[in-house]
């Protein structure tokens, strides 16, 4: 493989990778719920409905 | 001394080599996104450093710093960073000038709460995070084993309290909401996004993997810190650290060059450039 093919594979994902293929949208979905549900939380804090 | 003490002075030294670092590159490449992320990682360090003497010793200014540094305005200076990588507009300036108007009025408040902390509830025994504020006990609550309590007419009506150092009602503990609502949005979403950006398009999978674990540290503070408001403390300093580590190890593994990365750097965002 030339140096040149190599540096493309490089800065491409790979396909058929179970980190990018699985692994990704699972912690992307999850850390998007999290971070709702902390959003909410906070609002919940600042509105009075959540007390401290 | 205990693990919880040893915490945040490992935490405080990967900061302040994060800080370090990022502000290096600032000074490099002119990009002010680089100057916000290191101005709110100096005060992410300022406040676990703070967190590590106040479990040792107690000093009114290093509250003073642990509170708006550390609790307050950290997070919406990294995420204001976050904001300026991936918006180019004019807006920005606008939201640039509120924060910083904002940030000056957070420490205005504080500095007025000052001469009101009640200094003599302080104890080196318990995290800082667990006693600064003075919570009001809902009917029928009970409070914490060891907490002090005291009665007191609030908003109309007479209730019982824990008392904690900074007393009820003080109006800069409403500006911190504010602050971390914003850095969750842009520090966690601006890294949730990015990293979607990169893994649609199916290019630099480095900066897939940086921005989730931007994302991710981001994440562990802001679970630590709401288990601390629930009454698990203990946590909070291994939150802590493990967020350090992990936006340090994604800010890095972004900062690696890539082959064309110049060509495509122009067309997709990134949290961590």
Redesign the interface.
């Known amino acids: 493989m030339s140096n040149h093919i190599r540096?493309?594979n490089?800065?491409?994902?790979?396909s058929g990778s179970f980190?990018?293929e699985k692994f990704?949208?699972a912690?992307?979905i999850v850390?998007?719920v999290?971070?709702v549900g902390?959003?909410l939380?906070?609002?919940g804090?600042?509105l009075g409905i959540i007390?401290? | 001394m205990s693990i919880n003490q040893i915490l945040p002075f490992i935490s405080t030294i990967v900061m302040l080599w994060f800080t370090v670092d990022v502000l290096r590159r600032f000074l490099v490449r002119r990009n002010p996104a680089f100057l916000f992320w290191g101005i709110g990682l100096a005060m992410f360090g300022a406040g676990s450093f703070a967190e590590a003497y106040l479990s040792l010793a107690w000093n009114k200014w290093i509250f003073f710093v642990w509170y708006l540094f550390g609790a307050a305005l950290n997070a919406a200076w990294l995420g204001h960073g976050t904001l300026n990588l991936l918006v180019r507009k004019k807006w920005v300036y606008g939201v640039t000038a509120a924060l910083v108007i904002g940030s000056l009025f957070a420490g205005y408040l504080m500095l007025q709460a000052m001469p009101k902390l009640d200094e003599a509830v302080f104890t080196t025994s318990k995290p800082i995070s667990e006693q600064y504020g003075t919570k009001v006990l809902d009917a029928g609550e009970t409070p914490p084993i060891g907490a002090q309590t005291f009665t007191t007419p609030y908003r109309g009506e007479e209730v019982t309290a824990v008392r904690g150092l900074l007393p009820l009602g003080t109006p800069v503990r409403l500006t911190t909401p504010f602050f971390n609502i914003y850095g969750l949005i842009t520090l966690v979403g601006g890294a949730i996004y990015s990293a979607y950006l990169f893994w649609r398009k199916r290019v630099m999978p480095n900066r897939v993997i940086a921005n989730v674990l931007i994302a991710a540290g981001a994440l562990s503070i802001g679970f630590a810190s709401t288990l601390t408001r629930l009454g698990y403390g203990q946590y909070l300093y291994l939150g802590e650290l493990l967020a350090a580590i992990l936006m340090f190890i994604g800010f890095r593994v972004a900062a690696k060059p890539q082959s064309e990365e110049v060509g495509v750097q122009n067309t997709v965002p990134a949290s961590a450039d």
């Open positions: 540096a493309n490089k800065s491409h994902i790979p980190l990018f990704v949208p912690a992307l850390m998007g999290i971070t902390l959003i939380f906070a609002a804090v600042l007390h401290f």
